[in-house]
């Protein structure tokens, strides 16, 4: 980035990596700290945020706990496995309330079902069960199907080109 946006950090929440690999990206990309979202909970920082955390049901991960202390969100970044995110992007960004904060989805991965543990792999088990029961199957959900199946992994630097975008127009 030619311009450098000062005093912010980026925060994340990842469970299986993921989410973490992107707030690592950015950070290379940006010059910016890169905190998970305990560290930051630790800290008495009052730096603007851009976060990071992944969906589940519709929700993001890890957006709570920063509100409960105030933190200064500018951006938020969800990654999933899906293609978009899921219900829809409005749905996200209502159900969690972020209607006016730049929002930014990345798809990112998942471990193969047989690598969770607890209610996650039961959970996601049950969830392939009942999308391979559908008649009609299109193309995303198959692939859908094999990736929380086999895992996926979908991080790549390109997806983060519209939020460095959103940064270079802000400096």
Known sequence: MEKEVRYMIIVYESKTGFTKKYAQMLADRTKFRCLNVKEILKSNSDEDVIFLGWLKAGEIQGLSKLRK?????KAVCVTGLARIAEPSPEAVIERNNIKNIPFFYLRGGCLPVNELKGIDKIMMKMFVKMLKSRKNKDEELIESI???ENGYDGVEEKNLEPVLKWLEDKA
């Open 146 to 148: 094999n990736h929380i």
């Open 69 to 73: 202390r105030n933190i200064r969100i």
